[in-house]
């Protein structure tokens, strides 16, 4: 496992098992007389697993917090109580937000790598959007790109953006992790603040690194584009 990914898995494990422990807290009245101490159990391996963490030990962190998650799951299977995890650690809400103008290589690797950290929900700029900030229509249909985008294996749910303020988009998923692709001009602790200012939560936001070249140095949709209207290519294409 990449070092960065284990780093980012074993954060979201960690605050899912915070998050349950404290609701568990709130019920202790509930629990059978010991029990607590089950719940003291999984609270040191949760405070382990932020030690290791912190120490640059992600792989250990992990082991820990999942000692911590059964200790706490070991509470439904003794029927006692069912575990209040909300959304589960292990199945985190991932937002990408892009054009996905001609989908290639590069697109399917950013989303690949964003399937790492949980369910994959990827919002599609509007037409309008495109043209505003591109200069240019986007040469497929926010409908079109969006039953594209839909059909990737490692999509979760694809969505149409707000054609005003993109971070709207944010509001209305309310992610864990946010991807950002490589070319995308956000500072990653202003967004992961303005998210947390707007949804309440601040989520993990985390860059695709470098771009994916592909078919002979190809890097981008712009790219395509120049090749295809270069030289003969695109007197070819035109006549066919």
């Not at 199945?91 to 790598?113: A, C, M, N, S």
Request: charged share 30%.
């Amino acid at each position: 496992m990449d070092p960065g990914d284990a780093e980012s898995r074993a954060e979201l494990y960690i605050r899912g098992v915070r998050e349950a422990l404290e609701k568990l807290r709130s019920r202790l009245d509930e629990l059978g007389p010991g029990l607590d101490r089950l719940i003291d159990a999984a609270e040191r391996y949760a405070g382990d697993a932020k030690y290791y963490l912190d120490i640059g030990d992600p792989l250990t962190a992990l082991a820990a917090a999942s000692y911590a998650e059964g200790l706490i799951d070991a509470l439904k299977y003794l029927g006692v109580l069912e575990p209040e995890w909300g959304r589960p650690p292990e199945k985190p809400i991932v937002f990408v937000g892009g054009t996905f103008d001609i989908i290639h290589p590069g697109h399917v690797g950013l989303l690949r790598f964003a399937s790492r950290y949980g369910r994959v929900i990827v919002t599609i700029a509007r037409d309008s959007t495109v043209k505003r900030i591109k200069g240019r229509h986007p040469l497929l249909s926010e409908k079109d790109r969006l039953q594209i985008v839909s059909s990737i294996r490692y999509v979760y749910k694809a969505r149409l953006g707000h054609e005003g303020d993109p971070l709207k988009s944010v509001e209305d998923v309310k992610p864990d992790v946010i991807v950002l692709g490589p070319d995308q001009a956000f500072n990653e602790e202003w967004l992961a603040e303005e998210a947390e200012r707007r949804t309440g939560k601040r989520p993990l936001v985390v860059r695709y690194p470098g771009k994916h070249v592909f078919s002979g140095g190809l890097r981008s949709t712009s790219d395509i584009i120049k090749k295809a209207c270069s030289s003969s290519l695109c007197t070819t294409i035109a006549r066919s």
